[in-house]
């Protein structure tokens, strides 16, 4: 490619409406442009990483016997209502009409058009197991698009569908593919990307992993341990607690006038002790199983994990408004279980039962209780996890401390189990010649989202520094012509030109008429890995300057070995990824089922 | 691939719901299945020939200096406010509403959005001409989607966009493109594919043309000279028409009682004439811009080309009602523009002019007139060309007698000039320092209906005859196994298919337990165009047996050496279609403009 045919502007300033640097270097470098919130058309050169993004996903997908197949981004309601998402999803499922008024939907996933093209083709034991995968364009209606392509409407997904008769070898082949992810990640550039046990949330199925790519620009908190391997998303991780309080024999219980001590600061100044030694309490709404509002307690300094409390009372929680909270006895500010039990479902988080004499509302205004005691002042609550870990806590692992990070889910994969075979009526003949039901497994990679992921941890304030794998061009060749004419040096340059492309290097040569500061800065904005630079004092020398991009490495190489220079260059550069690829793991065998 | 692992049925049956040979196939191969009317998933032989054609388009697109995008299928209604197609198109642009009731369109071709793209990028008469383009899926809500993928609501396209500062320059590239288009088509197996000055019709601009597959699966009707190279849709074909009653002198009117014949067959009966003597009328609604009904004339042997009508009305026609045709003075059977003139925009189609004497309406039930000359009895009619080609008129150029064909539309190509860069404001500079607006050309081909169309003239009783290039695997190893177990033959198999992979030849391998018959009929199905038998027989003869599948040609070649016959056969067979690639001339210049 010639610089000179190249469409698409590159500037220097940091477009006003981009918070993340992957969303400035991609507008930047020309590489995309909005069409709409969350809606981008992509340039060659973001053309050229995804595809290179791709053909890697494509490789390990075919690997583990992967069939591609396309099925389409319309599809008709029933398919829909068929596994019930049609109504369980709400917004981010873009429906229309066709014109004869028969409902559409844009499919989000895939699973329901999986199973639906599975059911007919895949009826006999023999059949099985296999995996169907595809690069499709998926639509989300995202209430906040963020970030350029980290969180956007439309998009292309390499989504694969696995199909097993049994347990066993659904989990064995989903740590083949957990092996594949990891490959995928390191050939693309970003081996620290780790796999961690996550939330099934709305998929369904029991086991799924997510692919978290550590960045502060992530929506993600992850949780590590310091020391052992341990590690998960917030919104499961667990911690260990000390218990702060638990060395005093049991006190009576004693109310005391706190006036104007409506939160945890408020009472630990009152008091002049630590949060900890409070008790506090929050309520939220009655949900469609439990009628009575839930009543959660909590030690004073640790926060409520909304998600853990989801699994205690299976509906996604939400805050109930102060007239609720009137309305059972309580009053805001001032509030705990104590004396209105039966009124609420009651539930206390594990952290507050080996805790001795703790502060907690007296539900009556402008007064709390002392020597509160979890054990003894209530009759049945129930006991669980819902504490959100904080850095610090103690890894339930090892007991070192745990460290908060944010991340980037940049793939996830999935146990769904019979979630979709079973209410899509997919059955086969089983070895015996009875009809039973399979079982699947899914796995994603977002192809945007891992190219704009990439550069999020690759760049500097130049440019992209993308990975050799996945770079839309290997190699830049910049011709600096003299003021006073061209001397030898397009010549020279065409010659090399023309054969890193004979030898199948994507060479991008800058012979535009422009000074040398303009083409170094859009070499750094193509992040092209090596830059050739060809001026007329080097080829007086016989010599070519080499760069490498993501070092600022220079050299001199002599101009007839130059194109084979270039060429074990980025040979070598490969190989290193693809090292990187052979050192993945398999999932340890206690993170495959639950 | 290892045949047992291939998801999708593959049967012998026709099903029932498929017309052409091509929907057939794709069914009973297992390629293809439907979703819902017009919307399709494909299976891995599906999704590998669609790629291999993909391959072909994307090369020889860059070959043309096409820098390759990607635009999203779903945008703002503002978008095609912009160029005025959200009104001008109805039913078929799919529209949708996202969760905050802003309006969106699913887009159908991509105009607007390449527009939108390139007027921010390209500012400057130096950053012309460029070509972008892309594949990308689209979705028309077709009323008749028909065929299996020849006309298909959702489908993948390659539209590319070229840019351009003056018509020369438009044209000259243009002409790259046909180039490029008859290199594609000849690559993909179709050589015959024959490129034809349209219609362009909704999509403007002023000349395009249309490459037709003959074939009698086809929508469209193309004309033919019998010896010289004209070639025309029929919708704009013209001929030579013979003037059949040219030798009389024009002889007085003469009203005649003519009960019961509101035909022409009646009228030709009644005077015992040929059907050439007699001028009928038809009535079309007033327009936009005509006020009057539009009344065309035309001789009894002809019918009228409404498409050619389109142009000298401005307007597509619908044909009057009754009460309309009565409101007039005409009567309907009994009509013409005599004696009506005045209250009609009259229409007299050219090959009226040298008729003389002929039979027409009288305007009154029952009656008509006879020695009708146009010349003489119209006062102002406009004479234009509006009949429809018959098989056997002459030829506009040489003479010689026409053919009349179906045939498949399987690309397109436009000038069309500056019709979306003007009401979308596309501006650059000159080198004057003025502003001016770029003009545009557009060349789209369906990848879906491409394959499809192949399919259609390559093809036997037992299943497609895939052309090398696109054929989902170039080579069958079919192993045939003995009843009473397995012999060498597992052994020797493997082998080649496994060198054949290492060759990089996509290579089928059939190892499953069933009967020969069963491995046949699947290889055909598949269409793969060179099949290597291994049996116990010819293991023993130190043989492979091979069979081309176009041909049926069958041979033997020694066990050593099958791996590079088959490499050199599928080498030789690819040279063989590029050289029809090397074949390929541009358009005549004078197609070139208007």
Redesign the interface.
């Known amino acids: 490619m010639k610089m000179s ?5 590159r500037f220097k300033e940091k477009p006003s409406d981009t918070k993340l640097k992957s969303h400035e270097l991609l507008i930047r470098g ?1 590489y995309i ?1 909005p ?2 919130n969350g ?6 050169p ?3 990483t ?2 290179n993004v791709e053909k890697i996903v494509r490789e390990e997908m075919n690997a583990i ?1 992967g ?10 309601k029933e ?1 829909w209502e068929e596994s019930g998402r049609y109504f369980a999803i709400n ?2 499922l ?3 009409k ?2 004869t008024g028969r409902d ?1 939907v ?1 499919a989000m996933t895939h699973e329901e ?1 999986t199973v ?3 059911r ?3 009826t006999s034991y023999k ?1 099985f197991p ?1 995996m ?1 995968y ?1 690069f499709a ?1 998926k ?1 989300r ?1 995202e ?1 906040r698009p963020r970030g350029g392509l980290i969180r956007v ?2 998009f292309t997904m390499k989504d694969a569908y696995s199909f097993h008769t049994n347990k066993q070898d659904l989990e064995d082949y989903y740590n083949q593919c957990a092996v594949a992810y990891g490959r995928i990640f390191a050939r693309a550039g970003i081996p620290e990307t780790v796999a961690i046990k996550s939330d099934s949330g709305m998929m369904g199925g029991s086991v799924s992993h997510e692919y978290m790519l550590l960045t502060e620009a992530g929506e993600d908190t992850i949780v590590t341990c310091s020391k052992c391997d341990y590690r998960a998303n917030k919104e499961i991780a667990e911690s260990v607690v000390s218990v702060e309080n638990d060395d005093e024999a049991e006190k009576p219980i004693e109310k005391v006038s706190t006036p104007n001590t409506e939160s945890i600061e408020d009472l630990a100044k009152f008091f002049n002790v630590p949060e900890s030694k409070f008790a506090k309490t929050i309520f939220y709404k009655p949900t469609d199983k439990i009628s009575k509002p839930v009543l959660v307690m909590i030690r004073g300094d640790i926060e409520v994990n909304e998600n853990k409390l989801a699994k205690v009372i299976q509906s996604m929680p939400e805050l109930a408004d102060d007239a609720a909270i009137n309305a059972v006895g309580a009053v805001v500010g001032y509030a705990s279980a104590y004396g209105i039990e039966n009124k609420c479902y009651v539930v206390v988080d594990k952290t507050l039962v080996k805790e001795k004499n703790l502060i907690t509302g007296a539900n009556e205004k402008d007064y709390h209780i002392k020597n509160f005691n979890v054990g003894r002042d209530l009759s049945n609550p129930i006991i669980a996890d819902v504490a959100a870990v904080r850095e610090g806590d103690k890894c339930i692992k090892c007991g070192s401390p745990l460290e908060l990070h944010r991340g980037i889910e940049v793939g996830n994969i999935f146990q769904l189990g019979d979630k979709y075979t079973k209410s899509m009526e997919m059955r086969y003949t089983d070895e015996s010649g009875s009809l039973a039901t399979p079982i699947m497994g899914c796995y994603g990679i977002g192809i945007g989202r891992l190219m704009a992921s990439v550069l999020e941890v690759r760049n500097d304030d130049k440019g992209p520094i993308w990975p050799v794998s996945i770079a839309p061009w290997k190699v830049a060749v910049l011709s600096l012509l003299p003021k006073d004419g061209e001397g030898e040096i397009m010549e020279v340059s065409k010659k090399i030109y023309e054969e890193l492309a004979r030898k199948g290097i994507d060479t991008i040569w800058d012979e535009r008429k422009l000074n040398p500061g303009e083409k170094f800065a859009d070499a750094d904005l193509l992040g092209t890995p090596l830059h050739l630079v060809i001026s007329q004092r080097n080829i007086e020398n016989g010599q070519v300057e080499w760069k490498e991009r993501a070092t600022g490495n220079k050299g001199f190489v002599s101009a007839k070995d130059v194109v084979s220079f270039a060429e074990n260059w980025v040979k070598e550069e490969l190989q290193k990824l693809n090292a990187a690829a052979d050192m993945v793991k398999p999932l340890p065998l206690e993170e495959l089922s639950n």
């Open positions: 045919q190249l469409l698409g502007k020309g442009r069409v709409s809606i981008f058309s992509s340039l060659l973001s053309l050229k995804l595809k016997s069939q591609e197949v396309e099925m389409p981004l319309v599809q008709p398919l917004d981010e873009a429906r229309l066709d014109r559409f844009l058009a639906a093209l599975a007919t083709e895949a059949d296999f169907i595809q364009k639509f209606d209430a409407k439309e």
